[in-house]
């Protein structure tokens, strides 16, 4: 544990938080992505599996239920509860093109060809690119409501914080893991359009869009 891996578990908390009082407050799921949401709830149950075998800390169980639940929570929310403010149409990404992809490089490149490491690899490899259908809804859409954009802004900066961690852990402990960096930096990459916007314009009372 350090400074940068405990802020960046705070920002991710804090994205989830963003999301699931966007929806409850306004009893809608208008602007947020239901396929990025299952594919969140993929990598959190293919990587947390271990939650049953292995114990690390308090906080690290905290943690995996934490995600478990909330992802489950997100799910059930927008596809039973408030069902009718889906945006089905918009939300038309092709996931099993993300899915596919990282099923199989997740069997050719992993640390151990176990069942475990298979599946924490995948969750590695899903997670660098899940937001793809929620940056695709809003450049399909044209917008983002500021609490959407907050939303992103605190989950992008959740892997960005792990890049750092990634660094901190090489110089401090000379430990490093490739493929978590390789993914982590896909994923930093995929932001970075959106941060600059969200710097731009959302800080600045306006409204974000991207280009589509």
Known sequence: MNIFRFAGDLSHVFAIIILLLKIWKTRSCAGISGKSQILFAIVYLTRYLDLFTTYVSL????MKVLFLATS????????VKFKATYDHNHDSFRIEFLLVP??????????????????????????????????????KTGEAESITSHYLFALGSYRALYLLNWVYRYMVESHYDLIAIFA?????????????????????????????
Do not use: R
Request: charged share 10%; aromatic share 16%.
């Open 59 to 62: 906080y690290n169980s905290v």
């Open 72 to 79: 489950g929570a997100t799910v059930y929310l927008m596809y």
């Open 102 to 139: 990282c099923a199989l490089l997740s069997l050719v490149i992993n640390h151990e060809f176990t069942v475990m490491e298979v599946l924490w690899t995948f969750s590695i490899y899903l997670e660098s690119v899940a937001i793809l259908p929620q940056l695709f809804l809003v450049s």
């Open 184 to 212: 982590g930096i896909v994923q930093t990459i995929l932001y970075c359009d959106f941060f600059y916007l969200y710097i731009t314009k959302v800080l600045k009372g306006k409204k974000l869009q991207l280009p589509a």
